[in-house]
């Protein structure tokens, strides 16, 4: 298959792309706006912090940096608000009738971004939640964690969601399928539908090494995200914050065409290096080995 990588901004990138020319959108974009930002993003390469946590080792554990959503304010909160809505117009012009939208989140910020791409036109059809422990936050109160051994702050994370979207329809699903080929979501088995729980892991050692950034994706929850964003496995997957290239590499390994869009520079050489070694991971997926377990993980 191919795919094609452009070192841009994605608002630029999408206004210059003609009207239905994706077939599908995969994507983690930097939820709360903050975060990638050019000044947090040196922060976090120095490992000084700003609005990335830097976790101290526990347990002998070194844990990965984690953007603080907590931190944002009611202008953060408005900004990502506005521009998840005017991203979403892009969307929406770019997509063909009845392609999907999957997109990561968390449930501190999810709401402001689905009422934004429903605002802007898109349908909200579901949510797929990833099974996963991620991080620790609000485990105690900072500085007081003796003195309150018995409270936490907020719930332990177990779970990811990334919500489901759709451009509206031509007509009924099959006859979209017929003329755009999109409209549905693809199974893994012929007697078995596309599920919204799937059960996951960290991202592994291995995948990590080869493409280090913050918020990357393990090949085998992305492969999965991917293969049924395509319902007749034809057509584009665009990923507009691709960062160190998963859903790029996610695509090529099922045999999809696939565009990937990257602002930041560092980044986007680690994605052009990485791509081809993350694709050609072995994950053992069903439409690999022809058998889907239950559980994931």
């Not at 994605?10 to 939820?31: G, M, Y």
């Not at 984690?66 to 005017?86: G, N, W």
């Not at 900072?142 to 719930?155: R, T």
Request: net charge positive; proline share 8%.
């Amino acid at each position: 298959m191919a795919y094609e990588l452009f070192h841009d901004d994605c608002l630029k990138w999408l206004s210059q792309r003609e009207d239905n020319s994706i077939h599908a959108v995969v994507t983690d974009p930097p939820f709360g706006m903050r975060e990638y930002t050019p000044k947090e993003l040196s922060k976090l390469r120095a490992g000084r912090g700003g609005i990335w946590r830097i976790p101290p080792k526990i347990g002998g554990t070194k844990r990965a940096p984690l953007p603080r959503f907590t931190v944002l304010t009611d202008a953060d909160i408005k900004a990502v608000a506005e521009f998840f809505y005017k991203w979403g117009l892009e969307i929406v012009r770019v997509l063909v009738p009845g392609g999907h939208l999957f997109i990561a989140s968390n449930p501190l910020i999810s709401h402001v971004i689905y009422c934004a791409l429903e605002k802007a036109g898109l349908e909200k059809r579901g949510e797929i939640i990833r099974v996963v422990r991620t991080l620790r936050g609000g485990d105690r109160p900072k500085g007081y964690e003796e003195a309150y051994k018995e409270v936490s702050v907020i719930p332990r994370a177990c779970y990811e969601p990334w919500g489901l979207f759709r451009k509206p329809l031509e007509g009924k699903v099959a006859d979209n399928l017929r003329k755009w080929g999109t409209g549905a979501l693809r199974r893994w088995q012929v007697d078995k539908p596309f599920p919204d729980l799937i059960y996951s892991t960290r991202t592994p050692k291995e995948e990590k090494a080869i493409a280090p950034h913050p918020s990357l994706k393990p090949q085998k929850f992305m492969r999965l995200l991917v293969y049924a964003s395509l319902p007749l496995g034809k057509g584009i997957v665009l990923d507009p914050f691709m960062g160190a290239g998963s859903t790029i590499a996610a695509a090529e390994a099922v045999g999809y065409d696939s565009i990937g869009i990257e602002i930041d520079k560092e980044y986007f050489k680690i994605a052009q290096e990485a791509i081809p070694k993350l694709s050609s991971i072995s994950t053992g997926l069903p439409f690999e080995t022809k058998a889907m377990p239950l559980e994931l993980e």
